[in-house]
Structures are given as structure tokens and as C-alpha cells.
């Protein structure tokens, strides 16, 4: 049985290919049943969503922070796709000592190449992770620096929490082209006296994972009187994966430049 190494450092032995997957994050599960259907994928959390159509015939296995052992247990998977920040390290670790569990660990375009790569590999579809990969950054080549002006990207309400440094999201606003105002690391929470100096020229309202609306941007406006108040698709800046594939051309055509 091989021995692979995860985007942790983290090393399980797994048979190649898989048969028996569960996936414990909704891009990566999106990602699975582009590269392969359905039939090998016999778990998901609540919150793998996409794609609409396919996804009702997967068997739910609790949330991204809290998982159905028992419902793991009776599904015997063969492998299990995490990720560091978007699951539970005690879950994750529990799981571990009972399944090959392979983590990713995402901050920017390349990371997501090479989780693409590695999950095709551990899946059996090679060839078709490395097309992907291909057509992926062809449509991102397109929007590099195409963009400019300063961004807030808003994730969270009272308290307003926004995307800070060393996230998914800077590093797509980056390569956008855009400035992202908040200099902070991760995800901070943001008061008034702060957000009053920063002054960006756009604010960015993501629909995820907070669910901002149209009811939002006016008071959004009211907040950022020099700014211009956008809804964005949160999917198409945080869903590494084959949703990628969209979000160049998302980028292009329904941001401002």
C-alpha cells in the first residue's frame, strides 16, 4: 500500500485508486463528482451542495465542524478529503485513526493545482485533474491584473468580519489586481472606528458564508458613502475546485475595473 503525503505534511497509506470517498468539504465534493460521478463518493457533509442535480444521492454525514462517526463507520470509506480550516482538527484526527484521511491546505492558485493533481491521482482520473489544472489556468491567465482599486470583502455581519492576508480570497484579489485594505491575517472582526479610516473604493458583500442580499447594500452604502457597494458570488472567491473553472470568466465579466 503506497504511502502519500497531504498538503499538511501529513502522510496515510491508501490504495490508488479509491473506490469508497467520502468528502468532508463542499468544493472538494464538487470537485470529486466532476472528475468521477457519484458511484465512488458515499459520503458528504450538509453543506456540499453542487452539483444541484447529483448530490441528493450522496448520504449525509454530518456538518464541516462536526461529523457522524457512526454514519462514517457504516459507510467504510477507503479514503476521506479534508481540509484544514474548513474542518475540525479533533474530528479530523479522530477519523484518522481508523481511515487514510488526506487533508488539503489552500491559500492560493497554485496550492489548488496542486490539490486538483494529487486527488486525481489518489482517485484514478490523472488525465482528467491535469485537464482541468490546463483549462483552469488558461481562463485565469485571461483576468490577471485586470483589475484595480482598493477592496473590503465583507464575509460576516455584527460583527462585520472581512477577508484578511494569508486567505483564498486575498490571494484571488490579488491576482485580480485589486488592493485588499484590510492588512490583517485571516478572518478579523472589524470595528466602526476602524472601518471609518479605511475607505476603499469598492465593498465587496460576499454571499457566503453570511448570506448578504440586496436589503444589504444600502446600508452598506450608508456605511461607505465613497464607496461602491457590490454583491459577489462568495462561491467563485472560496470554492477551489473544478468551481474555478467559472469563476474566470465570473471575474471578467461581473466585477468592476
Known amino acids: 500500500m503506497p504511502t502519500v503525503k497531504d498538503q499538511t505534511g501529513y502522510e496515510i497509506q491508501v490504495d490508488e485508486p479509491a473506490k469508497r470517498i467520502i468528502s468532508l468539504v463542499p468544493s472538494q465534493t464538487e470537485l470529486l463528482i466532476d472528475l468521477i460521478g457519484t458511484e465512488k463518493v458515499v459520503g458528504r457533509t450538509k453543506f456540499c451542495i453542487h452539483p444541484r442535480n447529483e448530490i441528493s444521492k450522496i448520504p449525509i454525514v454530518g456538518g464541516t465542524k462536526k461529523f457522524d462517526f457512526s454514519k462514517i463507520d457504516e459507510l467504510k470509506p477507503d479514503l476521506i478529503i479534508a481540509n484544514k480550516e474548513e ?22 492558485l497554485k496550492d489548488n493545482y496542486e490539490m486538483i493533481t494529487a486527488v486525481g491521482n489518489l482517485i484514478g482520473e490523472k488525465e482528467r485533474a491535469n485537464q482541468l489544472v490546463k483549462e483552469t489556468q488558461a481562463s485565469f491567465e485571461k483576468v490577471q491584473k485586470t483589475k484595480k482599486g482598493s477592496v473590503l470583502y465583507f464575509i460576516w455581519q455584527k460583527p462585520y468580519m472581512v477577508a484578511g492576508k494569508s486567505t483564498f480570497v486575498d490571494s484571488l484579489l490579488t491576482y485580480l489586481g485589486y488592493n485588499n485594505k484590510c492588512i490583517q491575517m485571516r478572518y478579523p472582526e472589524m470595528d466602526q472606528y476602524i472601518l471609518d479610516k479605511l475607505d476603499p473604493d469598492f465593498i465587496f458583500l460576499s454571499s457566503e458564508p453570511f448570506p448578504f442580499k440586496e436589503k444589504h447594500v444600502v446600508s452598506f452604502q450608508e456605511m461607505f458613502p465613497n464607496s461602491e457597494v457590490i454583491l459577489v458570488d462568495g462561491e467563485m472567491f472560496s470554492w477551489y475546485g473544478s468551481r474555478l473553472l467559472k469563476a474566470g470568466s465570473y471575474f471578467l465579466n461581473s466585477l468592476p475595473s
Open 87 to 108: 474542518n475540525y482538527k479533533e474530528g479530523v484526527e479522530i477519523l484518522r485513526k481508523k481511515f487514510p484521511v488526506w487533508t488539503s491546505d489552500i491559500f492560493n
